[in-house]
Structures are given as structure tokens and as C-alpha cells.
């Protein structure tokens, strides 16, 4: 009997995938070889850049921008992390923004690049929900782009050399910043009750972001028929198994296990749906935010975005 193929493969263990990570769902047909890489982001660079691994969780707008510049892989739609982002931005209390609009005509930082989910949805937020022009804002990036070849509109610049952003938001030389972790009595949160904020924006809207999916290298799509399926299905599997944990209370409810409750309960379904359809409008709401803020062209469609086979599947 033939050995089965395994494939390199990074996701970070949570929720949702631990099931697939521990062992008690097993896919058909091969055998994930998992890698662990800490921090995460890293593996995402590793892929972008180098086609490290054969399978590996990715920052759906990093895929975007990716697929964008012909990278060569391509997703399928396991939406592995999904969160809220009203609570992403931090403001200096002493720098007179009283509301978010107040932003326009200042310098606002972004953790590490432009094309950094939490920041482009954090962005949405502030456009959709608090009529801010991003066109006027300035914003200053802590770090780079993973897909190096991306170039930003004019109004991002990169921070000044042997700065670090916390330290400028603390100091007012930036008035916010989005991705940032910032422990200081001037630094409070730009929109209050962020939590209860992203879970009315769920009510009102349906749209539970979506932050992180799953890529396949193209040549292993192109050799192996059936493979995307089979990802999709294992990952779907894992899932379900802690949807079903979550449905029957037998999950403490604390971080993220909390927040999938909260959206349970008002959505009254699977909070962490996984295929294209149950998510259509929540993926189509980032391709907007993505072309708005000079991410994306102007072409891009969502069944361009994710292997073929997959289209139909849902889990």
C-alpha cells in the first residue's frame, strides 16, 4: 500500500481547526504535514513571497493584493478568522478628534502595511459607518507590504526611520492608530463600546468580517483534481465539529468562543460559515472597501478568487 502525499501546511490551532489539528478529523487521500510558525504573519510572507508551503492560512486581502499580482495560488472559501474591527483604532485623547471625522486632514498610523486586513476593515468602518473621507487622512505604515510588488496611493507614507508608531501615538505626532497595542492613560479607543458596536453593525448589516482564508499552491491544484475539495471538506469538518461544541454549551464561553455565541445569537446559524454563497455579500463588501482604498483594479470578481471546484461547496 502506497504512502499517502502529505503537504507542508501552516494554520494557526483554534477553534475551529483543532479538531483537524489534534487529529480527530483526518482528510482523504493525504495527510497535512503541519508546520508551526510563530507569529503567523511570518508564514504569510513565507507564502507570498517564496511559495513556502503548500497549503497555509492567509489575510484575505494579503490573498487579494496576491492574486491581484498573479501570485500562484489560489484560496479556498474556508474562512478560518473572522472578527470585528471597531475596536482596531486607538486615538490620543489630547488630540482633539471628538469624532471620528475629526481624522480627516491628519496623520493616522497602520500597523505594519496598507493592505493588512484589520486595516482595511477598519477603514470600511470608518467610511461606511462614520462618513470619513479616507482620502484625507494620512496614513503612516509601521512596516511593508508582503506582496512587495503592490504600490500605495499617495496619501500612505511609510513612518520615519527609528520610530516606533506606539511611541508617536503617546507623543500626538500621530492622532490615531489602527492594529496597535497601546498601554497608556492617554490611548482610549475612538469608537466607545467597541464590542456592542461591531455586534450592531452585524444586526444591521449581516456582514461578520472575514480576516484570514485558505490557499493551495496552483501546481498542486493543477496535478491533484479533487485536492481543493478535499481541503475544504476537512477543514469544514473540524469546524462543524466545534459549531456543534459551541450549539450544545459544552465550550466555555471566553475570546473568541464568546464572540461566535454573540453571532450565533443573532444570526440565529452557523456564525462561521464556510463556501462562497453564505458569505457573498460580506466578501463582495471587502472587494469594495479593497478597490475604494486603492487596493484592488477594478476587475475582480469573487468566483475568479477561489479554486473552481470549490465554488459550489458549502460546510
Keep these: 500500500m502506497s504512502a499517502l502525499q502529505k503537504y507542508k501546511s501552516v494554520t494557526r490551532t483554534q477553534a475551529a481547526n483543532a479538531a483537524l489539528k489534534d487529529g480527530r478529523v ?134 520615519e526611520a527609528g520610530k516606533k508608531m506606539e511611541d508617536m501615538l503617546v507623543s500626538g505626532e500621530l492622532v490615531a492608530a489602527i492594529g496597535v497595542s497601546v498601554n497608556h492613560p492617554d490611548i482610549v479607543p475612538l469608537i466607545p463600546d467597541a464590542d456592542e458596536a461591531g455586534f450592531a453593525s452585524l444586526a444591521r448589516t449581516g456582514h461578520y468580517p472575514i480576516n484570514h482564508l485558505v490557499v493551495i499552491r496552483n501546481e498542486l491544484l493543477e496535478a491533484n483534481p479533487g485536492l481543493a475539495t478535499e481541503v475544504f471538506n476537512a477543514f469544514a469538518q473540524a469546524k462543524q465539529l466545534y459549531v456543534e461544541q459551541l450549539k450544545a454549551g459544552n465550550i466555555e464561553l471566553k475570546g473568541d468562543a464568546l464572540m461566535h455565541k454573540r453571532v450565533m445569537d443573532i444570526t440565529g446559524g452557523d456564525p462561521m460559515p464556510y463556501g462562497i454563497e453564505p458569505n457573498r455579500a460580506v466578501i463582495e463588501n471587502l472587494i469594495s472597501h479593497a478597490k475604494k482604498q486603492g487596493i484592488l483594479g477594478g476587475s475582480e470578481r469573487i468566483e475568479d478568487l477561489f479554486a473552481k471546484e470549490t465554488l459550489g461547496l458549502i460546510g
Excluded at 101 to 106: F, R, S, Y
Excluded at 121 to 126: D, I, T
Excluded at 130 to 148: F, I, Q, R
Design 26 to 159: 483526518q482528510p482523504r487521500g493525504f495527510e497535512f504535514d503541519w508546520v508551526e510558525v510563530d507569529p503567523l504573519i511570518a508564514a504569510f510572507r513565507r507564502m507570498v513571497r517564496g511559495y513556502e508551503f503548500d497549503i497555509c492560512e492567509l489575510a484575505i486581502t494579503t490573498y487579494m493584493c496576491a492574486k491581484a499580482h498573479k501570485k500562484e495560488f489560489t484560496a479556498i472559501p474556508v474562512f478560518i478568522v473572522r472578527a470585528f474591527h471597531h475596536g482596531a483604532i486607538l486615538v490620543n485623547k489630547n488630540a482633539g478628534i471628538n469624532s471620528p471625522k475629526d481624522l480627516e486632514g491628519k496623520r493616522v498610523g497602520v500597523n505594519r502595511g496598507y493592505t493588512v486586513t484589520t486595516g482595511v476593515w477598519a477603514r470600511g468602518v470608518l467610511q461606511d459607518e462614520y462618513g470619513v473621507d479616507l482620502s484625507k487622512v494620512n496614513w503612516v505604515l509601521s512596516g511593508d507590504e508582503h506582496v512587495a510588488e503592490y504600490k500605495a496611493p499617495s496619501n500612505v507614507v511609510p513612518i
